[in-house]
């Protein structure tokens, strides 16, 4: 398939998909400006684009189905009324019903939206159908960001580059402006992250960065490196994973410990937003399941006062 057929396809179910909005997306799209200052900017790296502080998750809220008791596109039209123009998901998230989500926001407001998406496939062809897939569900004929997806502790990086691999099929679609950027995401290991950014050119990295014991490689090593290279970096696991387990009070995930990063010790969350937004970073991937939840979000991002390095170090020490 070509540039011009793929983009054919995707606009084809676009168009079909554009004349059954979600729930409540006419209502949401008008401002609300109950909250006063506008929510920081920050530049992405060597893209020279910027965007917002905070970014909307695709976990959470944005993944699940529209309902009568909840409305994950008024969320998302919150957000870009509140100023925030980062929106992360991936076809992984729901078997892609976060990107269907989206997508009904995208279909009328794609020009004010950085969006991403990521592929979890590591071939060619794969790859290609991941992200034709992905902008089917998200309504579009392009996005700003594509990241591979995952990367894990024992993953192949000489495949990557191979005609038949991953790599090969984000730089072609990035030479047929499918995506404006190439970026990687992981956090399992972050030796392995660096040794892929070393050896190949990415834009982007999005990793965990919280005060926890287990991710000081990925503030300490692979945050500099990533870094010198000027990459855009986008924080993730701010509280700790999706259930936000190192916020005081809310339930720990002991089954899901190599996702999470529940610890002995919790901490509000303002602390936590403020702690990863003074590294030196781009952008926080925070998700939430409710518009409440992200306004509470927007303006700890809008008011918040940066860390020092000594009261980082008494967080990362209380955290344990």
Request: glycine share 8%.
């Amino acid at each position: 398939m070509n540039r011009r057929e793929f983009l054919k396809s995707v606009a084809a179910v676009c168009a079909v998909a554009g004349q059954s909005p979600a729930p409540a997306a006419e209502a949401a799209s008008k401002p609300d400006t109950s909250i006063g200052a506008k929510l920081p900017q920050r530049l992405l790296g060597k893209t020279g684009v910027q965007v917002s502080a905070l970014a909307l998750g695709g976990v959470i809220g944005m993944q699940l189905p529209p309902s009568a008791s909840h409305d994950p596109v008024a969320i998302a039209e919150t957000a870009l009324d509140l100023g925030v123009t980062y929106f992360d998901t991936a076809p992984s998230y729901n078997d892609g019903q976060s990107e269907t989500n989206y997508g009904h926001v995208l279909a009328r407001r794609r020009k004010e939206v950085f969006q991403t998406t990521k592929t979890g496939d590591r071939t060619y062809d794969g790859t290609m159908r991941s992200i034709e897939q992905s902008l089917k569900r998200l309504q579009t004929d392009h996005v700003d960001l594509i990241q591979i997806h995952g990367v894990s502790p024992t993953e192949d990086l000489d495949a990557w580059e191979k005609p038949t691999g991953v790599l090969t099929a984000l730089r072609k679609l990035r030479d047929q402006k499918v995506t404006r950027f190439i970026g990687l995401t992981g956090h399992d290991s972050a030796t392995r992250l660096r040794e892929a950014i070393e050896r190949y050119e990415f834009d982007t990295l999005l990793t965990t960065l919280n005060p926890v014991f287990r991710r000081q490689p990925f503030r300490e090593d692979l945050l500099p490196m990533a870094n010198r290279k000027q990459m855009g970096i986008i924080a993730m696991k701010v509280m700790g994973g999706g259930n936000g387990c190192l916020v005081t009070g809310n339930p720990l995930k002991k089954v899901l410990r190599p996702y999470h990063d529940e610890t002995a010790h919790q901490a509000n969350a303002v602390s936590l937003i403020r702690y990863t937004l003074s590294l030196p970073v781009s952008v926080a991937v925070i998700g939430v399941a409710s518009v409440k939840q992200l306004k509470a979000n927007i303006s700890v991002v809008r008011e918040a006062v940066p860390m020092s390095l000594a009261e980082r170090r008494e967080l990362e020490a209380a955290m344990g």
